[in-house]
């Protein structure tokens, strides 16, 4: 069941000048679903004209099948977490939480009865008495948290709501916020610039970028099957590698004058349709030649150890590509590295139109792998 | 950074008569209003200390009636000011409508015109709706403050426009946010502006001069004038006694506020 | 994205518009009260006033302040054909000129040696902003004392020093020095509060640094404090000249106006003639005049400051 509808949402400040253009968008109830985007794409405005903070300049807004684009904030039944907490200096833990509460008039009782059970659920109860400057980082998250949980509306809507964290806590709070999504049975809308908070947490992520939808789908279909260079490059980490793609005779290709692949009889046809091509991977494809053969020798400008994976810095036509590798590896910089490289792994995107031609298949080399 | 002994006491001199020539006149005063008028009159060093100065000018003048006047009027100023102030400052921070920027200009314009300027017809004004020697007179002419809310909208400014937010969605009107959560975080530059605000109407003379003509409602500046030229015989004990009693609470008021003042005002006039 | 059923209707639009219309009429009058007191009392007794003032002073006036006759210009003209209002002015330009520089340069000499980290500054900086806290009525009370002919503190040491006594306050040459010396004492608290604010809000780094490069104390205070300390005392030779046109209660208690009209400040001068003289119309003629100066004024130091002044 549908719960939220955006049908041809557009938002623009000066006539003519669009932020966001024709945003057709529905998100499903119990859904985690992730705004992810570079700053400036217009996913805040996006999830403020969701809020009602911002007025929608055209389209249709629509909540639970009823168009809302003309309530006020309060009367949409929403509860919201922005970025910087938004939690109130001079009131104590207690009165931060309560005051939406307040402010809708729920009885006392009620208010004590969802303050105890929502102080428990975020670990708050010690703290109720203190003021937001007495808490650390993690702990004002908790509040406005708690605020969005207690408010138990069934919308909740969040604004980078960990990029004020440290990477250790940031990591943590990602668990507690889909765990608590899930047990509450929140549908969430959460906007983000980071790409590693949107494939960790979102059930379906749409990546925007200057006013447009890039793409909308699960993680793994963004990662495996990105609908056009910009989601290639924007999702994953260290980003896809790309180079320009040239015919080199009838049955072969160049990738920036320098990889030599075979290409099959798809691939010829596609060199007929498309003039300029680019050709994608992703850096965890570029492999060691142990299991198979080698089939490129590059060389090895910077070695990176990271413990667990060893990332390489390798030179493919004079631009810098990521090689990922698990494990520890012994590798020198300046050396030829034997790779193996296969076509399977390559996606081919459209220089002009920038769209995606062939994602990457991966047969005999299971990606997802179901238990 | 320490500082090269030789400088340090060249500075302490530096302060210490710098200090000795401000602080003389009052020094003086407060020495002379515990003199006998014998002392002064033949310029010697005080011989005794005595208070009959201050029992003979709160026994020969209402100065105690001037003193409540004063603070009566000061309180009323104070407490006009801070709601105009914050009323106007936070419907130029937090509410959007059309005229804004037109009624801040206006606001920033009345900075140009002295009070001198308007002085004949407010005197005319208060006379025809019978506010000479009321209260009413005296203080309402002051209670809207251009200075005041530009203090405030820097300040409001600085409270992060998601708390508004945040309460938008909690279904929280204005006038509740402005009460709640406005006033309460910029608690301290209200008070600020409260003090700045009693200073200045406790040491007010052109206007009360002007709006008091009986010793009704006359404050204690003027009454400190009054005292001054009614005082044939030169009793200068009596009149410094008077003076002194004139300045105690506003200098209490800056010592306490002194360091918040300092950062208050710099911050309303340079932004 | 299959069963978008989303179509925006008439109504809906018809709706939309009418509820943004009522918002938008709404919060105009939400902001209109808030600003409401603030313009009422702005209205009756600044900007009424104002014009009621540019009204008068093309008119004669009767003692309760109704007008009689419509003489156009004839009281500006009369004004400075007047050698009583050609003093007035004068003295209040020389007033200026002899109070704002000294207050600025005594201010900011003490605030330089205020603002060094020493023991028991706090108690320094108290003194030097006491005078803040000192109305004019006081202030003018203890220098009516310093300088009175037989038994002020001034003659006293002259005195000693075997010089000859001077009448400060009745002799025509001395009595707008005195009135400056007392207005200049008043000043120098906010004054000096004002710019040590300005002091001490100058980056630490910035004389760390010159101190790395091995400049000296007044190198530093010329490239460093002056430069840097620029908008502040921009702002505080405005208010200050601004006040010194203001001048009133100095003059009322030390001189009212003598003697032979030596310190008949401006504002004094339009008091005399509107509340002893009765003459509204002239007086108000004479608060034209001390308006375009004042505006003037500013004008020209924001013209300036805005060139000269370095903003951080």
Redesign the interface.
């Given at each position: 069941m549908s719960y939220i509808e955006l049908k041809d949402i557009t938002k623009s400040y000066h006539a003519g000048n669009n932020i966001l253009e024709q945003i057709n968008l529905t998100i499903e109830k119990g859904e985690f679903f992730v705004l992810v985007g570079p700053s400036g794409s217009g996913k805040s405005t996006l999830l403020r004209m969701i809020?009602?903070?911002e007025d929608i300049t055209d389209g249709v807004l629509k909540m639970n099948e009823k168009v809302v684009n003309h309530l006020?904030?309060?009367?949409r039944n929403?509860?919201?977490v922005?970025?910087?907490?938004?939690l109130?200096?001079?009131l104590s833990v207690e009165q931060n939480i309560l005051?939406?509460l307040k402010?809708?008039k729920v009885s006392k009782a009620e208010q004590q009865k969802r303050l105890k059970e929502t102080a428990e659920m975020m670990g708050l109860s010690e703290l109720l008495d203190r003021k937001p400057r007495q808490l650390s980082g993690g702990q004002r998250q908790r509040v406005a948290l708690a605020?969005s949980v207690v408010?138990e509306a069934p919308l909740c809507l969040m604004d980078e709501p960990l990029s004020n964290l440290d990477a250790k806590l940031r990591a943590q709070m990602r668990v507690e916020i889909r765990r608590l999504q899930k047990q509450l049975g929140l549908t969430l809308i959460y906007v983000t610039h980071d790409q590693v908070e949107a494939m960790t947490m979102g059930d379906r992520i749409m990546v925007l970028n200057d006013g447009e939808i890039q793409q909308v789908g699960k993680p793994i279909t963004l990662y495996n099957e990105p609908a056009n260079l910009f989601v290639a490059s924007f999702i994953g980490s260290p980003k896809m590698n790309m180079g320009k793609t040239e015919i080199k005779d009838v049955s072969n290709f160049l990738v920036n004058k320098t990889l030599s692949f075979s290409a099959d009889v798809r691939m010829q046809k596609a060199f007929q349709v498309h003039k300029n091509i680019i050709a994608g991977i992703r850096p965890e494809h570029i492999q060691p030649a142990i299991h198979q053969e080698a089939t490129h020798s590059l060389e090895v400008i910077h070695v990176e150890q990271l413990g667990n994976e060893t990332s390489l810095a390798l030179d493919v036509g004079g631009e810098l590509w990521t090689a990922k590798w698990p494990g520890q590896w012994d590798i020198t910089a300046g050396n030829q590295l034997e790779v193996y490289i296969s076509t399977e792994h390559l996606s081919f995107f459209d220089a002009q139109t920038e769209a995606l031609i062939r994602p990457a298949s991966f047969s005999g080399h299971g990606e997802v792998q179901a238990i | 950074?320490r500082?090269p002994f030789g400088?340090?006491i060249v500075?302490?001199l530096?302060?210490i008569a710098?200090?000795f020539l401000?602080?003389?006149?009052?020094m003086?005063?407060v020495v002379?209003s515990f003199m006998t008028n014998q002392d002064?009159?033949t310029?010697s060093l005080p011989s005794a200390f005595s208070l009959d100065n201050y029992r003979r000018a709160f026994e020969q003048f209402p100065l105690l009636h001037y003193v409540i006047n004063s603070f009566l009027v000061s309180i009323a100023i104070m407490i006009g000011q801070l709601?105009?102030?914050s009323?106007?400052a936070?419907?130029f921070v937090f509410?959007?409508?059309?005229?804004?920027d037109f009624?801040f200009y206006?606001?920033i314009a009345?900075m140009?015109?002295?009070?001198?300027?308007?002085?004949?017809?407010?005197?005319?004004?208060i006379r025809d709706l019978g506010w000479i020697d009321q209260y009413t007179g005296l203080t309402?002419?002051f209670?809207?403050?251009a200075f005041g809310?530009f203090l405030l909208r820097q300040n409001f400014k600085q409270i992060?426009k998601?708390?508004r937010?945040?309460?938008?969605?909690?279904?929280?009107g204005?006038v509740?946010f402005y009460l709640k959560?406005v006033l309460?975080?910029a608690?301290t530059s209200l008070i600020t502006l409260g003090v700045y605000g009693f200073?200045t109407s406790?040491?007010m003379?052109?206007w009360p001069?002007?709006a008091t003509t009986n010793d009704n409602v006359r404050t204690v500046?003027?009454g400190?004038?009054q005292l001054?030229s009614q005082e044939q015989m030169n009793d200068?004990g009596v009149?410094?006694a008077?003076?002194?009693i004139?300045?105690i609470p506003?200098?209490i008021?800056?010592?306490l506020g002194?360091k918040k003042?300092?950062?208050g005002?710099?911050e309303g006039?340079?932004k | 994205m299959t069963n978008m059923t989303a179509v925006i209707t008439q109504e809906d639009q018809a709706l939309f518009v009418r509820t943004k219309r009522k918002q938008?009429y709404k919060?105009?009058i939400?902001?209109?009260l808030?600003?409401l007191?603030?313009?009422?009392?702005?209205s009756?007794?600044?900007?009424?006033?104002?014009l009621?003032?540019i009204y008068?002073s093309f008119f004669l006036t009767d003692a309760s302040?109704a007008t009689t006759v419509f003489v156009g210009w004839d009281n500006f003209v009369t004004l400075f054909q007047s050698t009583i209002f050609q003093q007035s002015i004068k003295s209040t330009f020389l007033f200026v000129l002899y109070t704002v520089p000294l207050t600025i340069v005594i201010s900011l000499?003490?605030a330089i040696?205020?603002n060094?980290?020493?023991k028991g500054?706090g108690f320094?900086?108290?003194?030097?902003?006491?005078?803040?806290?000192?109305?004019?009525?006081?202030?003018s009370?203890?220098?009516?004392?310093?300088f009175h002919p037989t038994?002020g503190?001034l003659n006293?040491i002259m005195d000693t020093f075997g010089l000859e006594k001077v009448g400060w306050l009745t002799d025509p040459s001395w009595a707008l020095i005195a009135v400056a010396v007392t207005t200049i004492?008043m000043n120098?608290g906010f004054t000096f509060?004002?710019l040590?604010?300005?002091l001490q809000?100058i980056d630490k780094y910035l004389?760390?640094s010159a101190?790395v490069d091995g400049a000296g104390?007044f190198y530093k205070l010329r490239r460093i404090t002056i430069p840097m300390l620029s908008?502040?005392l921009f702002?505080v030779v405005t208010?200050t000249i601004?006040n010194a046109?203001?001048t009133?209660?100095q003059v009322?208690?030390l001189t009212q106006g003598g003697p032979q009209n030596a310190t008949n400040l401006m504002?004094y001068s339009?008091?005399r003639e509107?509340?002893t003289n009765y003459q509204?119309g002239s007086?108000?003629a004479q608060?034209?005049i001390?308006?375009i100066i004042?505006?003037l004024m500013?004008i020209i130091q924001f013209k300036l400051g805005e060139r000269k002044v370095h903003y951080q």
């Open positions: 809020a009602g903070l006020q904030p309060k009367d929403l509860s919201m922005f970025q910087n907490y938004a109130y200096p001079h005051f939406g402010a809708k605020r408010s | 950074m500082i400088r340090k500075t302490y530096l302060l710098a200090a401000v602080f003389t006149p009052t003086m005063a002379m002064i009159m310029g709601i105009l102030a009323l106007a936070y419907a509410l959007e409508f059309k005229g804004r009624l206006l606001f009345t140009m015109v002295p009070f001198e300027a308007s002085i004949i017809p407010n005197f005319h004004t309402i002419p209670f809207a403050m809310t992060p998601e708390l937010e945040a309460s938008q969605i909690a279904g929280m204005d509740k959560v309460p975080v608690k200073l406790w040491n003379y052109l001069l002007l500046q003027i400190l004038r001054q200068w009149i410094m008077g003076a002194v004139v300045i506003t200098l008021l800056l010592f002194q003042l300092q950062r005002l710099t006039a340079l | 938008r919060q105009f939400k902001g209109i808030f600003l007191p603030s313009i009422a009392l702005f009756v007794f600044l900007f009424y006033p104002l009621r003032t008068l302040g000499f003490l040696i205020a060094e980290k020493l500054i320094f900086r108290t003194i030097f902003s006491s005078t803040m806290g000192i109305s004019v009525a006081a202030a009370v203890f220098w009516l004392y310093l038994i503190f006293i004492w120098i509060l004002i040590l604010g300005g809000s004389y760390e101190d104390y908008p502040t702002f208010v601004i046109f203001q009133f209660g009322d208690i504002v339009i008091y509107a509340f509204f007086a108000s608060a034209i001390l308006f004042i505006l500013t």
